[in-house]
């Protein structure tokens, strides 16, 4: 989990960018994940980048209640 040779870290960053600057689409990355995992059950990935993705449009809807 702590591999910096893990190409699935490289994912997780533009994923979480997209999470912020396209929040619909964020969200729906995130409810897939979630739906992928809970069906397939395999692994903590996507569930993992759905909580990211989450926390993103959470801080983001922070910082715009903050600029109004």
Do not use: K
Not at 34 to 47: E, F, K, N
Not at 52 to 59: D, E, K, N, P, Q
């Amino acid at each position: 989990m702590g591999s910096r040779n893990d190409p699935i870290g490289y994912l997780i960053l533009p994923i979480i960018i997209v999470g912020i600057y396209a929040t619909p689409v964020g969200i729906v990355l995130g409810i897939i994940g979630v739906v992928i995992a809970t069906v397939r059950r395999c692994g903590y990935l996507w569930p993992v980048i759905g909580g990211v993705v989450s926390l993103g449009f959470a801080s983001l809807l922070y910082l715009m209640y903050f600029r109004t």
